[in-house]
Protein backbone atom coordinates (compact mmCIF):
# COMPACT_ATOMS: atom_id res chain seq x y z
CA UNK A 1 0.00 0.00 0.00
CA UNK A 2 0.99 3.72 -0.40
CA UNK A 3 0.92 5.11 2.13
CA UNK A 4 3.36 2.56 4.11
CA UNK A 5 6.41 3.49 1.52
CA UNK A 6 9.63 4.83 2.22
CA UNK A 7 10.72 7.82 3.64
CA UNK A 8 8.54 10.59 2.52
CA UNK A 9 9.32 14.07 1.13
CA UNK A 10 6.57 16.50 0.99
CA UNK A 11 5.95 15.80 -2.52
CA UNK A 12 5.56 12.50 -2.15
CA UNK A 13 3.38 12.95 0.52
CA UNK A 14 1.41 15.22 -1.59
CA UNK A 15 1.12 12.62 -3.86
CA UNK A 16 0.08 9.71 -1.51
CA UNK A 17 -2.33 11.45 -0.03
CA UNK A 18 -4.68 11.54 -3.23
CA UNK A 19 -4.66 7.58 -2.48
CA UNK A 20 -4.72 7.62 1.13
CA UNK A 21 -8.41 6.87 1.95
CA UNK A 22 -8.86 4.58 -1.02
CA UNK A 23 -5.45 2.19 0.85
CA UNK A 24 -7.55 2.94 4.30
CA UNK A 25 -10.76 1.61 2.64
CA UNK A 26 -8.79 -1.49 1.09
CA UNK A 27 -6.90 -2.81 4.42
CA UNK A 28 -10.67 -1.90 6.46
CA UNK A 29 -12.26 -3.99 3.68
CA UNK A 30 -9.02 -6.49 3.57
CA UNK A 31 -9.60 -6.88 7.92
CA UNK A 32 -13.32 -7.30 7.40
CA UNK A 33 -13.23 -10.04 5.27
CA UNK A 34 -10.44 -11.97 7.24
CA UNK A 35 -12.74 -11.17 10.67
CA UNK A 36 -16.27 -12.46 8.92
CA UNK A 37 -14.06 -15.29 7.60
CA UNK A 38 -12.44 -16.47 10.97
CA UNK A 39 -16.41 -15.70 12.53
CA UNK A 40 -18.16 -17.86 10.08
CA UNK A 41 -14.95 -21.02 10.48
CA UNK A 42 -15.83 -21.03 14.59
CA UNK A 43 -19.52 -21.26 14.14
CA UNK A 44 -19.44 -23.79 12.22
CA UNK A 45 -16.90 -25.66 14.03
CA UNK A 46 -18.76 -25.30 17.32
CA UNK A 47 -21.67 -26.10 15.73
CA UNK A 48 -20.43 -29.75 14.33
CA UNK A 49 -19.15 -30.70 17.28
CA UNK A 50 -22.41 -29.77 19.17
CA UNK A 51 -21.72 -26.20 20.81
CA UNK A 52 -23.73 -23.69 18.31
CA UNK A 53 -22.70 -20.30 19.13
CA UNK A 54 -24.15 -16.79 17.33
CA UNK A 55 -22.65 -15.44 14.76
CA UNK A 56 -23.99 -12.19 16.43
CA UNK A 57 -21.43 -12.91 19.44
CA UNK A 58 -18.50 -14.03 17.34
CA UNK A 59 -18.78 -11.40 14.81
CA UNK A 60 -17.75 -8.60 16.88
CA UNK A 61 -14.85 -10.29 18.48
CA UNK A 62 -12.89 -11.72 15.36
CA UNK A 63 -13.39 -7.88 13.70
CA UNK A 64 -12.18 -6.14 15.98
CA UNK A 65 -8.86 -8.98 16.63
CA UNK A 66 -8.31 -8.09 12.61
CA UNK A 67 -8.71 -4.53 13.04
CA UNK A 68 -6.28 -4.16 15.34
CA UNK A 69 -4.20 -6.05 12.76
CA UNK A 70 -5.25 -3.10 10.09
CA UNK A 71 -4.26 -0.69 13.22
CA UNK A 72 -0.81 -2.05 13.84
CA UNK A 73 0.04 -2.52 10.15
CA UNK A 74 1.85 0.67 9.42
CA UNK A 75 3.56 0.20 12.35
CA UNK A 76 4.89 -3.49 11.20
CA UNK A 77 5.26 -2.06 7.31
CA UNK A 78 7.64 0.61 9.30
CA UNK A 79 9.72 -2.15 10.68
CA UNK A 80 10.12 -4.15 7.58
CA UNK A 81 11.65 -0.89 6.07
CA UNK A 82 13.46 -0.29 8.57
CA UNK A 83 15.43 -3.32 8.23
CA UNK A 84 15.23 -4.40 4.68
CA UNK A 85 16.26 -7.66 3.70
CA UNK A 86 16.77 -7.15 -0.15
CA UNK A 87 18.43 -4.63 -2.31
CA UNK A 88 22.48 -4.54 -2.65
CA UNK A 89 23.20 -5.60 1.55
CA UNK A 90 25.94 -7.50 2.66
CA UNK A 91 25.68 -10.79 3.82
CA UNK A 92 26.15 -9.53 7.55
CA UNK A 93 23.73 -6.69 7.35
CA UNK A 94 20.66 -9.07 5.72
CA UNK A 95 21.35 -11.68 9.24
CA UNK A 96 21.14 -8.77 11.57
CA UNK A 97 17.71 -7.13 9.55
CA UNK A 98 16.66 -10.66 9.71
CA UNK A 99 16.86 -11.07 13.05
CA UNK A 100 15.34 -7.51 13.90
CA UNK A 101 12.59 -8.26 11.88
CA UNK A 102 11.93 -11.54 13.24
CA UNK A 103 11.96 -9.82 16.99
CA UNK A 104 9.54 -7.11 16.27
CA UNK A 105 7.11 -9.48 14.82
CA UNK A 106 7.62 -11.11 18.18
CA UNK A 107 6.76 -8.25 19.75
CA UNK A 108 3.67 -6.97 17.17
CA UNK A 109 2.52 -10.62 17.99
CA UNK A 110 2.73 -9.94 21.27
CA UNK A 111 1.00 -6.75 21.73
CA UNK A 112 -1.84 -7.44 19.32
CA UNK A 113 -2.35 -11.08 21.73
CA UNK A 114 -2.51 -8.65 24.58
CA UNK A 115 -4.50 -5.60 23.13
CA UNK A 116 -7.23 -8.62 21.40
CA UNK A 117 -7.38 -10.26 25.35
CA UNK A 118 -8.07 -6.86 26.37
CA UNK A 119 -11.10 -6.62 23.74
CA UNK A 120 -12.36 -9.68 23.62
CA UNK A 121 -12.65 -9.56 27.47
CA UNK A 122 -14.27 -6.23 27.43
CA UNK A 123 -16.65 -7.32 24.14
CA UNK A 124 -17.57 -10.12 26.41
CA UNK A 125 -18.13 -9.40 29.96
CA UNK A 126 -17.93 -5.31 29.69
CA UNK A 127 -14.82 -5.45 32.22
CA UNK A 128 -11.36 -5.33 32.08
CA UNK A 129 -9.43 -8.20 31.57
CA UNK A 130 -7.23 -9.30 34.65
CA UNK A 131 -3.88 -10.59 34.29
CA UNK A 132 -4.56 -14.41 34.47
CA UNK A 133 -6.77 -13.73 31.40
CA UNK A 134 -4.08 -11.85 29.41
CA UNK A 135 -1.54 -14.33 30.37
CA UNK A 136 -4.11 -17.26 29.09
CA UNK A 137 -4.88 -15.07 25.60
CA UNK A 138 -1.49 -14.53 24.70
CA UNK A 139 0.18 -18.34 25.25
CA UNK A 140 -3.27 -19.24 22.96
CA UNK A 141 -3.15 -16.65 20.38
CA UNK A 142 0.41 -15.78 20.51
CA UNK A 143 1.73 -18.37 17.88
CA UNK A 144 -0.74 -17.54 15.08
CA UNK A 145 -0.14 -13.75 15.74
CA UNK A 146 3.68 -14.75 14.59
CA UNK A 147 2.39 -16.14 12.00
CA UNK A 148 0.21 -13.16 10.85
CA UNK A 149 2.83 -10.64 11.78
CA UNK A 150 5.25 -12.30 9.90
CA UNK A 151 3.21 -12.64 6.84
CA UNK A 152 2.46 -8.65 7.18
CA UNK A 153 6.70 -8.38 6.73
CA UNK A 154 6.11 -11.01 4.16
CA UNK A 155 3.90 -8.47 1.95
CA UNK A 156 5.91 -5.04 2.56
CA UNK A 157 9.07 -7.15 1.34
CA UNK A 158 6.86 -8.69 -1.94
CA UNK A 159 5.20 -4.65 -2.52
CA UNK A 160 8.84 -3.02 -2.24
CA UNK A 161 10.36 -5.49 -4.49
CA UNK A 162 7.76 -5.16 -7.02
CA UNK A 163 8.10 -1.29 -7.00
CA UNK A 164 12.08 -1.66 -7.11
CA UNK A 165 11.85 -4.01 -10.37
CA UNK A 166 9.05 -2.04 -11.92
CA UNK A 167 11.58 1.38 -11.03
CA UNK A 168 14.41 -0.46 -13.00
CA UNK A 169 12.46 -1.88 -15.80
CA UNK A 170 10.61 2.04 -16.48
CA UNK A 171 14.52 3.37 -15.76
CA UNK A 172 15.60 0.90 -18.42
CA UNK A 173 12.92 1.78 -21.08
CA UNK A 174 13.57 5.47 -20.85
CA UNK A 175 17.23 4.73 -20.72
CA UNK A 176 17.08 2.76 -23.91
CA UNK A 177 15.01 5.53 -25.75
CA UNK A 178 17.13 8.31 -25.00
CA UNK A 179 20.01 6.37 -26.59
CA UNK A 180 18.08 5.76 -29.66
CA UNK A 181 16.79 9.28 -29.73
CA UNK A 182 20.34 10.34 -29.25
CA UNK A 183 21.37 8.03 -31.99
CA UNK A 184 18.75 9.39 -34.55
CA UNK A 185 19.17 13.21 -33.89
CA UNK A 186 23.14 11.96 -34.50
CA UNK A 187 22.10 10.57 -37.56
CA UNK A 188 19.60 13.29 -39.12
CA UNK A 189 22.15 16.00 -38.27
CA UNK A 190 25.13 14.05 -40.53
CA UNK A 191 22.81 15.13 -43.48
CA UNK A 192 22.20 18.49 -42.94
CA UNK A 193 26.20 19.16 -43.72
CA UNK A 194 26.15 16.31 -46.18
CA UNK A 195 23.79 18.35 -49.12
CA UNK A 196 24.43 21.94 -48.07
CA UNK A 197 28.56 20.68 -48.53
CA UNK A 198 27.43 19.38 -51.93
CA UNK A 199 25.16 21.95 -52.99
CA UNK A 200 27.68 25.05 -52.23
CA UNK A 201 30.16 22.67 -54.36
CA UNK A 202 27.20 22.81 -57.34
CA UNK A 203 26.96 26.01 -56.98
CA UNK A 204 30.85 26.84 -56.69
CA UNK A 205 31.18 25.22 -60.04
CA UNK A 206 28.57 27.14 -61.78
CA UNK A 207 30.16 30.30 -60.75
CA UNK A 208 33.11 29.81 -63.29
CA UNK A 209 30.34 28.73 -66.11
CA UNK A 210 27.44 31.59 -65.62
CA UNK A 211 27.22 33.83 -62.56
CA UNK A 212 23.49 34.36 -63.17
CA UNK A 213 22.88 30.71 -63.20
CA UNK A 214 24.61 30.22 -59.99
CA UNK A 215 23.05 33.47 -58.06
CA UNK A 216 19.85 31.73 -59.23
CA UNK A 217 21.67 28.46 -57.73
CA UNK A 218 22.31 30.40 -54.35
CA UNK A 219 18.67 31.93 -54.30
CA UNK A 220 17.20 28.69 -54.62
CA UNK A 221 19.35 27.28 -51.80
CA UNK A 222 18.15 29.86 -49.59
CA UNK A 223 14.56 28.53 -50.30
CA UNK A 224 16.50 24.92 -49.70
CA UNK A 225 17.41 25.85 -46.18
CA UNK A 226 14.67 27.61 -44.96
CA UNK A 227 12.32 24.54 -45.89
CA UNK A 228 15.25 22.22 -43.91
CA UNK A 229 15.11 24.47 -41.14
CA UNK A 230 11.52 24.16 -40.79
CA UNK A 231 9.74 22.56 -37.66
CA UNK A 232 10.81 21.68 -34.23
CA UNK A 233 13.48 18.96 -34.64
CA UNK A 234 11.04 16.26 -34.55
CA UNK A 235 11.87 12.94 -35.49
CA UNK A 236 9.09 12.43 -38.09
CA UNK A 237 7.39 15.00 -40.30
CA UNK A 238 4.38 15.65 -42.68
CA UNK A 239 5.64 13.92 -46.06
CA UNK A 240 4.34 17.23 -48.06
CA UNK A 241 7.34 18.86 -45.88
CA UNK A 242 9.65 16.29 -46.94
CA UNK A 243 8.05 16.62 -50.69
CA UNK A 244 9.03 20.32 -50.72
CA UNK A 245 12.48 20.19 -49.49
CA UNK A 246 12.99 17.55 -52.67
CA UNK A 247 11.35 19.98 -55.08
CA UNK A 248 13.47 22.75 -53.58
CA UNK A 249 16.62 20.58 -54.13
CA UNK A 250 15.41 19.68 -57.47
CA UNK A 251 15.03 23.05 -58.79
CA UNK A 252 19.06 23.80 -58.27
CA UNK A 253 19.57 20.59 -59.63
CA UNK A 254 17.54 21.93 -62.68
CA UNK A 255 19.77 25.43 -62.56
CA UNK A 256 23.06 23.37 -62.25
CA UNK A 257 22.35 21.24 -65.18
CA UNK A 258 21.19 24.05 -67.52
CA UNK A 259 16.99 22.92 -68.08
CA UNK A 260 18.05 19.28 -68.96
CA UNK A 261 16.72 17.75 -65.70
CA UNK A 262 13.59 17.10 -65.51
CA UNK A 263 11.29 16.18 -62.22
CA UNK A 264 7.86 14.07 -61.85
CA UNK A 265 5.92 14.25 -58.31
CA UNK A 266 3.32 12.64 -58.02
CA UNK A 267 2.27 11.95 -54.94
CA UNK A 268 -1.49 10.79 -53.66
CA UNK A 269 -3.60 13.34 -52.18
CA UNK A 270 -4.16 10.48 -49.01
CA UNK A 271 -0.09 10.58 -48.25
CA UNK A 272 0.72 14.47 -47.74
CA UNK A 273 0.15 13.92 -44.05
CA UNK A 274 1.09 11.06 -43.32
CA UNK A 275 4.53 11.15 -40.93
CA UNK A 276 7.76 9.86 -42.10
CA UNK A 277 11.07 10.59 -40.94
CA UNK A 278 12.90 13.86 -40.76
CA UNK A 279 15.14 15.03 -44.15
CA UNK A 280 14.16 11.59 -45.57
CA UNK A 281 13.96 12.14 -49.22
CA UNK A 282 16.53 14.85 -49.84
CA UNK A 283 19.69 12.45 -49.81
CA UNK A 284 17.27 9.71 -51.48
CA UNK A 285 16.91 12.38 -54.62
CA UNK A 286 20.13 13.61 -54.56
CA UNK A 287 21.84 10.13 -54.79
CA UNK A 288 19.73 9.81 -58.12
CA UNK A 289 20.79 12.72 -59.07
CA UNK A 290 24.54 12.91 -58.65
CA UNK A 291 25.27 9.06 -59.01
CA UNK A 292 22.43 8.23 -61.95
CA UNK A 293 22.12 11.29 -63.47
CA UNK A 294 24.74 13.39 -63.50
CA UNK A 295 27.60 10.49 -64.23
CA UNK A 296 25.51 9.76 -67.62
CA UNK A 297 27.42 10.95 -70.89
CA UNK A 298 25.73 14.17 -72.19
CA UNK A 299 23.75 15.05 -68.46
CA UNK A 300 20.42 15.62 -68.05
CA UNK A 301 17.85 13.06 -67.33
CA UNK A 302 14.55 12.54 -65.29
CA UNK A 303 14.22 12.13 -61.90
CA UNK A 304 10.25 10.69 -60.16
CA UNK A 305 9.32 10.84 -56.83
CA UNK A 306 5.78 9.34 -56.33
CA UNK A 307 3.98 8.36 -52.76
CA UNK A 308 1.44 5.97 -52.17
CA UNK A 309 -0.92 3.83 -49.57
CA UNK A 310 -1.30 0.41 -49.35
CA UNK A 311 -3.30 -0.57 -46.64
CA UNK A 312 -1.83 -0.04 -43.32
CA UNK A 313 1.46 1.02 -45.06
CA UNK A 314 3.17 4.09 -46.97
CA UNK A 315 4.96 3.29 -50.22
CA UNK A 316 7.84 5.64 -51.49
CA UNK A 317 9.09 5.40 -55.09
CA UNK A 318 12.32 7.43 -56.25
CA UNK A 319 13.59 6.47 -60.22
CA UNK A 320 15.85 8.16 -62.14
CA UNK A 321 16.85 6.88 -66.00
CA UNK A 322 20.59 7.51 -65.74
CA UNK A 323 23.14 4.72 -65.68
CA UNK A 324 22.26 2.49 -63.20
CA UNK A 325 24.28 0.21 -60.68
CA UNK A 326 26.92 -2.02 -61.90
CA UNK A 327 26.47 -5.30 -62.27
CA UNK A 328 29.06 -6.37 -59.45
CA UNK A 329 27.33 -3.58 -56.99
CA UNK A 330 27.69 -4.77 -53.97
CA UNK A 331 25.12 -2.81 -51.32
CA UNK A 332 27.27 -3.26 -48.11
CA UNK A 333 29.96 -1.99 -50.20
CA UNK A 334 28.52 0.59 -52.26
CA UNK A 335 25.88 2.61 -49.79
CA UNK A 336 26.96 5.97 -49.42
CA UNK A 337 26.28 8.72 -46.60
CA UNK A 338 22.15 8.89 -48.40
CA UNK A 339 21.44 5.44 -48.45
CA UNK A 340 23.32 4.54 -45.27
CA UNK A 341 21.50 6.68 -43.20
CA UNK A 342 18.16 6.13 -44.29
CA UNK A 343 18.29 2.26 -43.65
CA UNK A 344 20.16 3.43 -40.13
CA UNK A 345 16.98 5.80 -39.37
CA UNK A 346 14.55 3.31 -40.56
CA UNK A 347 15.15 0.38 -38.51
CA UNK A 348 16.04 2.01 -35.62
CA UNK A 349 12.46 4.35 -35.81
CA UNK A 350 10.67 1.22 -37.35
CA UNK A 351 12.36 -2.36 -36.06
CA UNK A 352 11.23 -4.69 -38.44
CA UNK A 353 7.95 -3.25 -39.84
CA UNK A 354 9.84 -1.45 -42.76
CA UNK A 355 11.76 -2.42 -46.41
CA UNK A 356 13.81 -0.14 -48.73
CA UNK A 357 14.91 -2.08 -51.76
CA UNK A 358 17.08 -1.04 -54.50
CA UNK A 359 17.66 -2.21 -58.10
CA UNK A 360 17.86 -1.45 -62.01
CA UNK A 361 15.25 -0.65 -63.64
CA UNK A 362 14.02 -2.99 -67.07
CA UNK A 363 14.12 0.41 -69.01
CA UNK A 364 17.17 2.15 -67.59
CA UNK A 365 18.02 3.93 -64.08
CA UNK A 366 17.59 2.75 -60.54
CA UNK A 367 14.59 2.56 -59.21
CA UNK A 368 14.32 2.74 -54.64
CA UNK A 369 11.46 1.69 -53.31
CA UNK A 370 10.41 2.39 -49.20
CA UNK A 371 7.75 1.22 -47.21
CA UNK A 372 6.66 2.11 -43.51
CA UNK A 373 4.07 1.83 -41.47
CA UNK A 374 1.08 4.66 -42.20
CA UNK A 375 0.42 7.07 -39.22
CA UNK A 376 -0.47 10.48 -39.04
CA UNK A 377 0.01 10.83 -35.57
CA UNK A 378 3.64 9.90 -33.62
CA UNK A 379 2.87 6.99 -31.96
CA UNK A 380 5.66 4.77 -32.88
CA UNK A 381 7.73 4.05 -30.05
CA UNK A 382 11.41 4.24 -30.35
CA UNK A 383 12.72 0.99 -29.95
CA UNK A 384 15.65 0.10 -27.61
CA UNK A 385 19.37 -0.14 -29.78
Same mark, same amino acid.
Given at each position: MHWFGGRKSKSRVRFRDGRLLTDCAVAVGLGTLFGLVAAAQVHLYGHAV %? /????? =? /???? $??? =???? $????? *??? $??AAARRWQLGGERRRGT????? %????????????????????? !??????? /???????? &????GTFFVSGLVIASAIIAVHHALDYHRRYRNRELRAIHLGAQL?? *????????QLRPHFLFNTLNSISSLMHEDIE =?? +???????GDLLRAALHGDGSEEVPLRQEVELARCYLEIMKLR? #?? !?????? +???? +? *?? !???????????LVENAVLHGIAARSG #? %? %??????ATRAGGSLLIDILDDGIGLPHD? +??RRGVGVGLG? &?????? /?LYGANHDIEIGNRDEGGVRLAIRIPFHTTAVIALPAA
Amino acid at each position: MHWFGGRKSKSRVRFRDGRLLTDCAVAVGLGTLFGLVAAAQVHLYGHAV %G /RDIGM =A /RLIP $IYL =ARWY $IWVAL *TPF $IFAAARRWQLGGERRRGTRVLNA %GMLAFAAALFALLHSILSAVV !DFALVTG /RVPIPLAV &TEHVGTFFVSGLVIASAIIAVHHALDYHRRYRNRELRAIHLGAQLAQ *TRLQLLRMQLRPHFLFNTLNSISSLMHEDIE =AA +DAMLAALGDLLRAALHGDGSEEVPLRQEVELARCYLEIMKLRF #GG !DLAECI +DIAP +D *TF !DALVPNMILQPLVENAVLHGIAARSG #G %G %GRVQLRATRAGGSLLIDILDDGIGLPHDW +DERRGVGVGLGN &TRSRLR /RLYGANHDIEIGNRDEGGVRLAIRIPFHTTAVIALPAA
